[in-house]
């Protein structure tokens, strides 16, 4: 355990389903991230909150929308996904400067069918 | 825009052997991070070098950042079966609030 939880571990789901993953921290830490990593591609950033706000939206598609409640929680909503969606979806959190390095959960792989 | 590229992209070593993993970037960041990746899992933090330091250690980790080469490379030393992973630079540049990762060099050791 690294002190970051993502549930749930794995997921398929048709591209009409509307599902989301979790993600929490009880670091203290008070950024949290969204990245995707897809086979023989380099980890893309999603979306990064700061202080509870979006202070990052990286040209993602509105089929997915994140949610982050409070600083140890972070939701990514899912929708009308497409199968090049498919992939394993990392959650990180930090201080907010970043200058200790992320903790990452264990990630969701999600297979859209 | 990608930040970091590792180099080689896959490395194979026996047991025991040095593994030396290198790093380019093209802008100027506040500091570089190494993590390592077991198949399918989460990333793990390794060993975090700033911009103002020219080496690091951490247990068999070696870490060295050359700013005016936008470079830094990674030494596992006597290496193990348990270092096969993936292993990623991620460069954090001043004032973005995000890292950057490249795209990993795959490590296989073998016994």
């Known amino acids: 355990e690294t002190g970051v939880t993502q549930t749930p571990r794995h997921l398929v789901m048709g591209m009409t389903n509307k599902k989301s993953l979790k993600c929490e921290q009880h670091?203290?830490?008070?950024?949290m991230y969204w990245y995707k990593q897809s086979a023989k591609k380099p980890l893309e950033l999603m979306f990064v909150?700061?202080?509870?706000?979006?202070?990052e939206n990286n040209s993602v598609p509105s089929r997915f929308s994140p949610e982050c409640p409070n600083s140890s929680h972070l939701f990514l909503h899912l929708h009308t996904l497409q199968p090049e969606d498919s992939a394993l979806y990392l959650c990180?959190?930090?201080?907010?400067?970043?200058?200790?390095?992320?903790?990452f959960g264990s990630g969701t792989r999600l297979t859209v069918v | 825009s990608q930040q970091g590229e590792e180099d080689p992209q896959a490395l194979s070593i026996q047991e025991g052997e040095n593994a030396t993993m290198n790093c380019s970037y093209k802008t100027s960041i506040n500091n570089l991070q190494w993590y390592r990746q077991n198949s399918g899992r989460g990333l793990v933090h390794l060993i975090l070098?700033?911009?103002?330091?020219r080496e690091k250690h951490s247990g068999r980790l070696r870490v060295t950042l050359d700013t005016s080469k936008k470079s830094s490379s990674l030494l596992i030393t006597a290496s193990r079966a348990a270092d096969t992973a993936s292993y990623f630079c991620?460069?954090?540049?001043?004032?973005?609030?995000?890292?950057?990762f490249g795209q990993g060099t795959r490590l296989t050791i073998n016994p």
């Open positions: 909150y700061s202080l509870e706000e979006r202070v």
């Open positions: 070098i700033r911009s103002n330091e």
């Open positions: 670091l203290g830490h008070n950024a």
């Open positions: 990180a959190s930090s201080h907010s400067t970043g200058a200790y390095g992320y903790t």
């Open positions: 991620a460069t954090d540049a001043w004032g973005a609030q995000k890292l950057v």
